[in-house]
Each structure stands twice: as structure tokens, then as C-alpha cells.
């Protein structure tokens, strides 16, 4: 199995020193905490979630095939469980996944992409009487990232206050409108 320290080592080695590497270390600090609310293997979460867009700058021009070509890269150093997670954890490759793995990854990557739109303060001082109302007007055309997370919270129980508890201590990533490119061209 693939070691946290040696996942890390792929994510310098495929995403360089971008904001989509911040991604990734930010998603795996969440799969981590996350782990531990369903006693699930944290190292192999954390993994999932480092790992899981090590194919973002090979695969933005065909996006069917961000992920499954992760999953090519990994072959079987990571469990088939995390394997489906990867390959499904975007909607256009058409791969479905209905695990508990793959469900927080995806409401992981959300959690990432709206703290990296919205920013650290505004994500945690989420009006908590209707946070998914408000997260949908804040993130405007990304609102639907917003019903990816209310999705997965209620299926599993869990509450915005908890995710903003996991958020609060997790590590900054800069606010970007875009990701550039992996020579940091915008």
C-alpha cells in the first residue's frame, strides 16, 4: 500500500508547487480527519485524498478520464476500494461509486474547492442556520458544490459545524478564481 510520506511524494511530482497541489494536501488533511468520525483507516483515507487529482494537468483538455488515469498510474499499491473513489470522484468520467470511501471524497474536494473560493473566514463563519442556502448564493456558479456537500452530510449524519471544526485547524490554500497551469501561468 502506498504510504502517506510516498502519496506527498507523488503530489510534488505531479502537481509541483501549484495551488492544485495545495488542493490535494488540503483534501487529504480532511479525508484524514473525516476518517476518524467512521473509525475508517486514516492512512489509507489521507492517500485517497492526496492522490486523488494527481491527473489534473494530464487530463484537463478530456475530463472523462480525470481520475481513471490516476487510478492507471496507481495500479495496485492502493486498494480497489480507493481505486473506485478516485476513478469516480468526478461526475464526468461517468464512473459511479456509491461507498462510503468515495462519498467523502467527494464532499472532501468540495469542502476544498468552496474554502478555496470563498476563503477560510467566510467558509467558517457560515451562517449556521442555513449554511447550504448561503454557501449556494456565495459560490454563485459553483452553487452546486454546495448540494454535494449537503448531499453527503445528511446521508452520513454529519453537520456543517463539524465539517467547519475539521476546516478551521486544516492548512491555509490562497484563494484562486483559477488554477494555473503547472507553470503558474493563470
Same mark, same amino acid.
Given at each position: 500500500?502506498?504510504?502517506?510520506?510516498?502519496?506527498?511524494?507523488? *503530489?510534488?511530482?505531479?502537481?509541483?508547487?501549484?495551488?492544485?497541489?495545495?488542493?490535494?494536501?488540503? =483534501?487529504?488533511?480532511?479525508?484524514?480527519?473525516?476518517?476518524?468520525? !467512521?473509525?475508517?483507516?486514516?492512512?489509507? %483515507?489521507? =492517500? *485517497?485524498?492526496?492522490?486523488?487529482?494527481?491527473? !489534473?494537468?494530464?487530463?484537463? #483538455?478530456? %475530463?472523462?478520464?480525470?481520475?481513471?488515469?490516476?487510478?492507471? %498510474?496507481?495500479?495496485?499499491?492502493?486498494?480497489?476500494?480507493?481505486?473506485?473513489?478516485?476513478?469516480?470522484?468526478? #461526475?464526468?468520467?461517468?464512473? #459511479?461509486?456509491?461507498?462510503?470511501?468515495?462519498?467523502?471524497?467527494?464532499?472532501?474536494?468540495?469542502?476544498? *474547492?468552496?474554502?478555496?473560493?470563498?476563503?477560510?473566514?467566510?467558509?467558517?463563519?457560515?451562517?449556521?442556520?442555513?449554511?447550504?442556502?448561503?454557501?449556494?448564493?456565495?459560490?454563485?456558479?459553483?452553487? @452546486? $458544490?454546495?448540494?454535494?456537500?449537503?448531499?453527503?452530510? +445528511? +446521508? @452520513?449524519? $454529519?453537520?456543517?459545524?463539524?465539517?467547519? +471544526? =475539521?476546516?478551521?485547524?486544516?492548512?491555509?490554500?490562497?484563494? #484562486?478564481?483559477?488554477?494555473?497551469?503547472? +507553470?503558474?501561468?493563470?
Amino acid at each position: 500500500m502506498l504510504t502517506t510520506a510516498d502519496a506527498d511524494l507523488l *503530489v510534488t511530482r505531479h502537481l509541483g508547487d501549484t495551488p492544485r497541489a495545495n488542493h490535494s494536501r488540503l =483534501v487529504g488533511y480532511i479525508m484524514r480527519q473525516l476518517s476518524g468520525m !467512521f473509525s475508517a483507516p486514516a492512512d489509507l %483515507w489521507e =492517500v *485517497v485524498g492526496l492522490c486523488h487529482d494527481l491527473d !489534473f494537468f494530464q487530463t484537463s #483538455h478530456d %475530463w472523462s478520464q480525470h481520475g481513471p488515469l490516476t487510478v492507471k %498510474w496507481l495500479g495496485d499499491r492502493i486498494p480497489p476500494d480507493a481505486q473506485q473513489a478516485i476513478a469516480a470522484h468526478d #461526475h464526468r468520467t461517468g464512473i #459511479h461509486a456509491d461507498t462510503l470511501l468515495a462519498d467523502m471524497l467527494r464532499a472532501a474536494d468540495a469542502i476544498a *474547492v468552496i474554502d478555496e473560493k470563498l476563503g477560510r473566514r467566510s467558509f467558517c463563519d457560515m451562517d449556521q442556520a442555513a449554511p447550504f442556502m448561503t454557501l449556494r448564493i456565495q459560490l454563485g456558479d459553483r452553487s @452546486y $458544490l454546495s448540494d454535494i456537500l449537503e448531499r453527503y452530510l +445528511k +446521508k @452520513y449524519d $454529519l453537520s456543517f459545524a463539524g465539517i467547519v +471544526k =475539521v476546516v478551521i485547524h486544516a492548512p491555509e490554500q490562497e484563494p #484562486h478564481l483559477r488554477q494555473p497551469d503547472r +507553470k503558474g501561468n493563470a
